[in-house]
Nanobody
């Protein structure tokens, strides 16, 4: 079973950037599709971005397209979320998740992912 740990969250001003990391242990990440989700109090968990095994397929939520970039370094067992042009509405706890689906698969629903990290807080001040 793979374990996931997110890092890189923090407080940033509107228009700023952050890079989140999701480090895996226990198993190699190279055979997992990965996703980033976010959640704010009182709201449902929201899909942000997803990436397939190789990194060749990526999917983004409309709200972050053009601002966020998901990537992975399988040699380092790490997935990243580069977040640029941050807005106050991006404030949330961000979670990474892993799914052992086929190589080209990218999922956008949380129920499709079986392993989750503990989350990292991102706060964007106006």
């Amino acid at each position: 079973q793979v374990q996931l740990v997110e890092s890189g969250g923090g407080l940033v001003q509107t228009g700023g950037s952050l890079r989140l990391s999701c480090a895996a242990s226990g198993r190699t990440l190279s055979t997992y599709a990965m996703g980033w989700f976010r959640q704010t109090p009182g709201k449902e968990r929201e899909f942000v971005a997803g990436i397939n095994w190789s990194g060749g397929n990526t999917v983004y939520a409309t709200s972050v397209t053009g601002r966020f970039t998901i990537s992975r370094d399988n040699a380092k067992n790490t997935v990243y979320l580069q977040m640029n042009s941050l807005k106050p509405e991006d404030t949330a706890v961000y979670y990474c998740a892993a799914s052992d689906r086929p190589p080209e698969w990218v999922g956008i629903r949380g129920a499709q992912y079986g392993t989750w990290g503990q989350g990292t807080q991102v706060t964007v001040s106006s």
